[in-house]
């Protein structure tokens, strides 16, 4: 069993940057693709970015050359460095990881989620 646990987000200006965090217990990463999502109020939940087990990324086009997805394997982190933020990045945002190892964009191909951490972007 992976255990997931968020941090990072927080209330930032338009145009402003944050880096979430998130740490995995109970198993090492290593071996699993993690992905990024994110749920606004009223909204589906939506993949933002991806990373496989051998560093290959994924992006949802909303934030390609804006956000950047990497891991740490020693550290059993996943990051997700967010430049440039928009109002319409304001959604809480969700760590998940799976043992398939492809950086998918599916939420239903992930095993382990966290329990997410909210980012607000103020205009």
């Known amino acids: 069993q992976v255990q997931l646990v968020e941090s990072g987000g927080g209330l930032v200006q338009a145009g402003g940057s944050l880096r979430l965090s998130c740490a995995a217990s109970?198993?090492?990463?290593?071996?699993?693709?993690m992905g990024w999502f994110r749920q606004a109020p009223g909204k589906e939940r939506e993949f933002v970015a991806a990373i496989s087990s051998g560093g290959t990324t994924n992006y949802a086009d909303s934030v390609k050359g804006r956000f950047t997805i990497s891991r740490d394997n020693a550290k059993n982190t996943v990051y997700l460095q967010m430049n440039s933020l928009k109002p319409e990045d304001t959604a809480v945002y969700y760590c998940?990881?799976?043992?398939?190892?492809?950086?998918?964009?599916?939420?239903?191909?992930?095993?382990?989620w966290g329990q997410g951490t909210q980012v607000t972007v103020s205009s």
């Open positions: 109970g198993r090492t990463l290593a071996r699993y693709a």
């Open positions: 998940a990881g799976t043992v398939r190892g492809v950086a998918s964009s599916r939420p239903y191909n992930y095993d382990y």
